[in-house]
């Protein structure tokens, strides 16, 4: 019942809705909170044709997008944007500078600020505009004990309670079946430099020829480095079968077209492809960087190579192409450790007890 509910109005700020594990993270964690939330809305500093504004809409999730706020049309519309609800929750630093003016002239909020990657934000820019923003922030929560520590690193804020809540995704009701005797490598995710999805490429790359015949790839997303790795395919693999999906966002899909995801990043938080992939039974490849390795554990549900080791990533593939029985065992073990430990219905809960 409507009455039922906590009568306290929320709204996530997020910088755009365009494909990204924090986006889509709010999207799934508004679902979830709405059965207890009278009163919850994204606001978005994007355009109305971002992907995953649609995907939210269908939700019945209401949407604010102010995408000219850097005018005074837009921060008024921003200030009676912000001035209709209790609690304002941001998920991206890149938020502050946008809302540093209207912050000063609503009447005062209770902010959650939520830090979703690993990125230390060290120089001037970012000292500067966190300095000044501090006295705003009543609650700081980070996806990973390691995004904790290398923030509070460069911002001790000694004053304001901090703790971490682990991102959580929604469990799919069946695991998704392999059988074939093509071992289908997927990635999913941004290509930008951090994301370094061009070492699977070189690791590919580094197999026997009679390998490369027993694998194809599979990538899932778009962005800045897309040539380069366009590029690498036509000019050093011409003849293995890489598919470019482009961005997807039925997850089902998604992790039914491959059997390993292969995670090649830099730094990572706690990372929800990681967590959707083995919440479908699709085993972990991953870098051993940030959160990762709380939930890929090596030789229990999956295997962490090297940041940047092409070798180390091209042994394990090849492991698993001379023998399944690991893949299988794997597949299992992920499904259960993910609905057991990362479930959306937790970090739902955790969030409601901070607003």
């Not at 209709?84 to 540093?100: A, E, V």
């Not at 209770?110 to 830090?115: D, E, G, K, S, V």
């Not at 962005?223 to 690498?232: I, M, N, P, V, Y």
């Not at 598919?243 to 966002?249: A, I, T, Y």
Request: aromatic letters at 10%.
């Amino acid at each position: 019942m409507q009455n039922e509910k906590l009568q306290t109005k929320v709204v996530h700020v997020v910088s755009s809705l365009n494909v990204g594990g924090a986006e889509r993270f709010v999207i799934d964690l508004i679902d979830q909170q709405r059965e207890k939330l009278a009163n919850i809305e994204i606001l978005s500093f994007g355009e109305l044709h971002d992907t995953l504004v649609g995907v939210a809409l269908q939700k019945g999730i209401k949407i604010n997008v102010i995408s000219n706020a850097s005018n005074i049309l837009g921060q008024l519309k921003l200030i009676y944007t912000l001035n209709r609800f209790d609690t304002i929750h941001l998920h991206s630093p890149r938020i502050i500078k946008t809302i540093s003016i209207a912050i000063k002239l609503i009447s005062r909020k209770r902010l959650i600020y939520t830090r979703h990657g690993e990125a230390d934000l060290s120089d001037y820019y970012w000292r500067k505009l966190h300095k000044n923003f501090k006295k705003f922030v009543d609650h700081m929560t980070f996806v990973s004990q390691e995004s904790m520590n290398v923030f509070t690193q460069t911002y001790p804020w000694h004053n304001i309670p901090k703790e971490v809540v682990d991102n959580g995704v929604v469990i799919p009701e069946k695991a998704s079946k392999k059988e074939d005797s093509i071992l289908k490598l997927g990635s999913v995710g941004r290509f930008v430099s951090l994301k370094n999805q061009i070492c699977l490429l070189r690791a590919f790359d580094l197999l026997p020829d009679s390998y490369q015949q027993r694998v194809n790839i599979h990538f899932f997303g778009d962005g800045e480095c897309r040539d380069e790795l366009t590029s690498f395919c036509d000019n050093s693999i011409p003849s293995v079968n890489v598919k470019f999906h482009g961005m997807v966002q039925d997850r089902n899909f998604i992790y039914n077209s491959f059997d390993l995801l292969i995670v090649t990043s830099e730094t990572e938080g706690l990372s929800l492809a990681i967590m959707e992939a083995m919440a479908f039974g699709v085993p972990v490849i991953a870098t051993d960087v940030g959160g990762n390795s709380r939930l890929v554990k090596e030789m229990e549900n999956g295997w962490l190579f090297d940041y940047n080791d092409d070798k180390g990533l091209a042994d394990s593939i090849k492991s698993i192409i001379d023998d399944r029985s690991e893949y299988d065992y794997f597949s299992i073990k992920s499904r259960e450790y993910i609905k057991e430990n990362f479930s959306i219905n937790t970090a739902a809960e955790k969030y409601l007890s901070l607003y």
